[in-house]
């Protein structure tokens, strides 16, 4: 869904599928929120966790600078240094987790901010619940200034939005909240089906926003679509087999396919977009996604291997 966000298929059609695509992330940040609540040892869970993240971003931005800068070689951009490393791109960068390259990486950076205020009010403050206060207010504040942009009350770019602050901090908390709740009562009275119809309302909200606006980074069915999906699949754990490929397929390779995606899409558009090649177009999205696949399988492959011959050793 994240790809399907980044690389769409050509005419309306990929513009709504885009658009349902959105509940993608904060889906994401909800996964990060479920699994950081109550650990054995929060501190030491989350100081893991920030680690293993920021050592993450570092490298995929290491990783996608080198990139931009041979693709400034082959475009000719003199200028490519000066126009990436100034004050301007740092300020947005520290406020929004906005990045010059590599922009999809907002989203790992934002994660470490919210691991940070998840750590002063849980460990430090000794005071998580404040943040679950603020679920309902940042989702509401965000959907607001949302509309305000499309409609032109307030001039600024989507990144207010897309930022730690009003998709990161909200989600992730609605994650804790729901991992905290999953045997209550409230969470027993959400029967399947109802947790389905809702989920599919989301997806057909998401679809009639589109429709009447032009496209926003979260929409209001967005959220229920997403909140909907994630608690059906916390409701029906027991169905789900570690075996099973979609399991393993979401386990060893989704993180690395969402680093590397963005440049094969560069790739792609370079020798076909420019082309006009409307086949060309439909196949785009499902050529990244196999050439991402591929070369995040081959990796882990070495890998293994790499790492069985050392310990033979």
């Known amino acids: 869904m994240v790809l399907f966000i980044h690389i769409k298929f050509p005419n309306e059609f990929g513009y709504y599928v885009s658009a349902i695509a959105r509940f993608a992330v904060p889906f994401f940040f909800m996964v990060s929120g479920y699994f950081s609540y109550k650990k054995e040892n929060d501190s030491a869970y989350i100081f893991r966790q920030l680690r293993k993240i920021i050592i993450l971003s570092i490298l995929s931005l290491l990783l996608y ?4 800068y041979i693709i400034s070689i082959y475009n000719n951009d003199l200028f490519f240094i000066r126009n990436t490393f100034n ?4 300020k947005y960068f520290i406020l929004f987790n906005s990045l010059p390259f590599g922009t999809h990486l907002w989203y790992l950076f934002s994660l470490i901010y919210v691991y940070i205020v998840y750590y002063i009010f849980k460990i430090l403050f000794k005071n998580d619940k404040i943040l679950y206060i ?13 509309y305000l942009i499309f409609f032109g009350f307030i001039f600024y770019q989507n990144i207010v939005i897309r930022n730690f602050l009003f998709i990161g901090l909200p989600f992730f908390m609605l994650g804790n909240l729901i991992c905290k709740h999953k045997y209550s009562n409230f969470m027993m009275l959400l029967d399947n089906r109802i947790l389905f119809l809702t989920s599919v309302f989301g997806c057909f909200y998401s679809l009639f926003e589109a429709y009447c ?3 926003m980074d979260l929409y209001f069915g967005s959220i229920l679509f997403s909140v909907s999906i994630f608690i059906l699949g916390v409701k029906n754990e027991s169905y789900i087999c570690d075996n099973n490929i979609i399991c393993k397929f979401g386990r060893h390779y989704s993180l690395g396919i969402y680093i590397i995606h963005c440049i094969f899409i560069s790739i792609y558009n370079i020798f076909f977009y420019d082309v006009g090649d409307i086949f060309a177009q439909w196949c785009a999205p499902f050529v990244v996604l196999i050439l991402s696949f591929i070369t995040v399988y081959s990796y882990y492959k070495i890998k293994n291997k790499l790492i069985c011959k050392l310990k033979k050793n």
């Open 65 to 68: 600078f080198i990139f931009s």
């Open 87 to 90: 004050f301007e791109n740092l």
């Open 134 to 146: 603020f679920i309902p207010i940042l989702l509401i504040m965000c959907i607001i200034i949302e």
């Open 213 to 215: 606006s032009t496209y």
